[in-house]
């Protein structure tokens, strides 16, 4: 922990501290230079720090499922990479419930808000809904309309939602289940960090 009246230590030895606090009292200069870092600092830690979020969870006890959510994310990512899928499946299968017990209503939100910049409309839309597509694998759960799902009938991610739910998420809780350790993943994390990242909030009209 830094001392009280102790800047946080650069990440590079070249870079600069803004000098002023407020937002307000920024230059123009000042905004270049802190957005140039930023994007170095992006570069070099977002895919690592993603990575935390959810190894942070590696030893957490369960509620009540045989594995934790952690050992969970491993075994969806470790099926998906024996099934042959792209890079980028595997990696929103690893991260697709990494807020799912710090923002367990909003989980699915959570994940997407992470990972939307860098994957495609289908995994995007895919995180977004597939909370309420476990629903039709959880027919005695009271309070849950199994079949809420199907407002969205007809939508072109529907059906990869549907199996990813089925095979990949749903199924995911096997303790017997030799996972994949999650350095196996770290380099295909980094790599869908490292693509250019698409603005969704420009975009105007999406598919709900």
Same mark, same amino acid.
């Given at each position: 922990? *830094?001392?009280?009246?102790?800047?946080?230590?650069?990440?590079?030895?070249?870079?600069?501290?803004?000098?002023?606090?407020?937002?307000?009292?920024?230059?123009?200069?000042?905004?270049?230079?802190?957005?140039?870092?930023?994007?170095?600092?992006?570069?070099?830690?977002?895919?690592?720090?993603?990575?935390?979020?959810?190894?942070?969870?590696? /030893? +957490?006890?369960?509620?009540?499922?045989?594995?934790? *959510?952690?050992?969970?994310?491993?075994?969806?990512?470790?099926?998906?990479?024996?099934?042959?899928?792209?890079?980028?499946?595997?990696?929103?299968?690893?991260?697709?419930?990494?807020?799912?017990?710090?923002?367990?209503?909003?989980?699915?939100?959570?994940?997407?808000?992470?990972?939307?910049?860098?994957?495609?409309?289908? *995994?995007?839309?895919?995180?977004?809904?597939?909370?309420?597509?476990? *629903?039709?694998?959880?027919?005695?759960? $009271?309070?849950?309309?199994?079949?809420?799902?199907?407002?969205?009938?007809? /939508?072109?991610?529907?059906?990869?939602?549907?199996?990813?739910?089925?095979?990949?998420?749903?199924?995911?809780? +096997? $303790?017997?289940?030799?996972?994949? $350790?999650?350095?196996?993943?770290?380099?295909?994390? &980094?790599?869908?960090?490292?693509?250019?990242?698409? +603005?969704? &909030?420009?975009?105007?009209?999406?598919?709900?």
């Amino acid at each position: 922990m *830094n001392a009280h009246g102790t800047r946080s230590p650069l990440a590079d030895a070249d870079w600069q501290y803004l000098e002023k606090i407020p937002l307000e009292e920024l230059s123009r200069q000042d905004w270049l230079v802190l957005e140039q870092q930023r994007a170095l600092y992006l570069a070099r830690h977002q895919a690592d720090q993603a990575l935390r979020l959810l190894s942070a969870s590696q /030893n +957490d006890p369960c509620f009540g499922y045989q594995v934790n *959510n952690y050992r969970h994310c491993l075994q969806s990512a470790t099926m998906v990479l024996r099934d042959g899928l792209p890079e980028e499946d595997v990696v929103v299968a690893l991260l697709h419930d990494v807020g799912f017990i710090a923002c367990p209503l909003l989980h699915g939100d959570f994940a997407a808000s992470l990972l939307g910049a860098y994957v495609s409309d289908r *995994n995007h839309w895919m995180l977004r809904h597939h909370a309420t597509f476990q *629903n039709l694998h959880s027919p005695n759960m $009271p309070g849950v309309d199994q079949h809420e799902r199907e407002r969205w009938r007809g /939508n072109p991610y529907f059906d990869w939602t549907a199996e990813f739910v089925a095979r990949y998420d749903q199924a995911a809780a +096997d $303790p017997a289940y030799p996972c994949e $350790p999650i350095e196996t993943f770290v380099p295909m994390v &980094r790599a869908i960090f490292s693509r250019p990242p698409v +603005d969704r &909030r420009s975009i105007k009209k999406e598919i709900p």
